[in-house]
């Protein structure tokens, strides 16, 4: 767990009935933004949400966040052909991203929670989901801290054990696994691979584990560790072993064997 932000997101929002985007969303992850990755989400009254994630571990970093942002809506082909040409963005703004928990969230008389308190999933960039769970930590004890009359810091720090059994907990693995994305972008093809030729329930209970609604131990499940370890296994050898092996130089004939 760290104090400061580690990671940056931009966002624009896109005015309804300016654009062409016909779903509730899309999620690119472009290889050099590892693991990083752009995403537009439809609001109900069809604005459209445009943002960009740098996450550390990759190859962007936090200064790169405007040129990543407008790059990739004018010369992406992907967010190009979803957005049309037409659309009205307004500016871009930025905010840093504190990832995986702060080390201290409470003190005489505090209680830090959400994006102060880092409560923001180290693969994602994302914590509404967290967000609430510590406010409710947060409540649980205050409420206590209420009926016995104490609101100092030795007493306020349960809820710091609070949050990190019910979430905090899952943020070690989740920043490891954004580290192994970043290296091995091929994971990234195998799991969208598998997602859509696998029937709904495999996709859904994959984007629960990516959101954070389920452990990501639950990847270890034969449901979804099978088929992802075969699809990561073909794209590591289409992508680098094969290729590899085919540019490799001939050993030449020794006659003296």
């Known amino acids: 767990m760290r104090d400061n932000p580690q ?20 999620c ?4 050099d933004l590892l693991p990083g ?3 537009i989400f439809r609001h109900p009254n069809d604005e459209l949400n445009y943002c960009a994630y740098i996450i550390p571990g990759g190859k962007a970093v936090p200064s790169d966040l405007k040129a990543v ?21 307004e ?3 930025g905010a840093w991203l504190r990832l995986g928990g702060i080390p201290k969230s409470y003190g005489d008389n505090l209680l830090i929670i959400g994006d102060a308190a880092g409560h923001i999933d180290p693969l994602t960039g994302e914590g509404i989901q967290f967000a609430m769970e510590g406010a409710e930590k947060a409540a649980e004890t205050l409420i206590e801290a209420f009926r016995i009359g104490r609101f100092d810091e030795r007493f306020l720090s349960t809820y710091q054990d609070k949050w990190h059994r019910e979430f905090g ?13 970043a290296r091995y972008p091929e994971l990234v093809d195998s799991m969208a691979r598998v997602a859509n030729e696998r029937d709904d329930e495999f996709f859904f209970a994959w984007a ?10 639950a990847f270890l499940k034969p449901k979804l560790a099978i088929p992802m370890a075969a699809a990561a296994i073909r794209e590591l ?3 680098r072993l094969s290729p590899r092996l085919r540019q490799a130089p001939k050993r030449p004939y020794d006659s003296s064997l």
């Open 91 to 93: 500016p871009m703004k």
């Open 237 to 239: 050898w289409s992508q």
């Open 37 to 39: 990755y752009a995403a």
């Open 28 to 31: 690119y992850m472009e290889r």
């Open 169 to 181: 907990h899952k943020f070690g693995l989740a920043e490891k696994a954004s580290q192994l994305m």
């Open 208 to 217: 629960d584990i990516m959101m954070g609604e389920a452990p990501w131990s």
């Open 69 to 89: 942002h407008h790059v990739l809506l004018d010369n992406n082909p992907i967010l190009r052909r979803h957005l049309g040409s037409n659309y009205t963005i």
């Open 7 to 26: 990671a940056i997101c931009s966002r624009s929002f896109i005015d309804g009935g300016t654009h062409e985007f016909e779903t509730d969303g899309i």
